[in-house]
C-alpha cells in the first residue's frame, strides 16, 4: 500500500516539474536570448547501471 502511494506521488512530481517547464517556455517565447527548459526522465535502474559500467567495478557510492 505505501508503496504504490510513493509510486503515485513520484509520477505526480515528474508531470508537476514537465508541466512548469512548458509553462515557463510559453511564458518566456518571445524574451530574446531564452533557451528553453527540458526534463528528462530516466529509470533508476539505467541510471545504476549506467554508474556501475563507468567505475569499472561493483562499487556505487560510499557504502559499496
Do not use: C, H
Not at 4 to 31: C, F, H, K, P
Not at 37 to 59: C, H, W, Y
Amino acid at each position: 500500500m505505501i508503496r504504490g502511494i510513493y509510486t503515485a506521488t513520484t509520477g505526480m512530481l515528474t508531470e508537476l516539474e514537465r508541466q512548469n517547464s512548458v509553462t515557463n517556455n510559453l511564458a518566456n517565447v518571445d524574451t530574446i536570448g531564452y533557451k528553453r527548459d527540458s526534463v528528462s526522465q530516466v529509470p533508476f535502474n539505467e541510471v545504476l547501471i549506467k554508474a556501475m559500467d563507468q567505475t569499472g567495478s561493483r562499487t556505487i557510492g560510499p557504502f559499496g
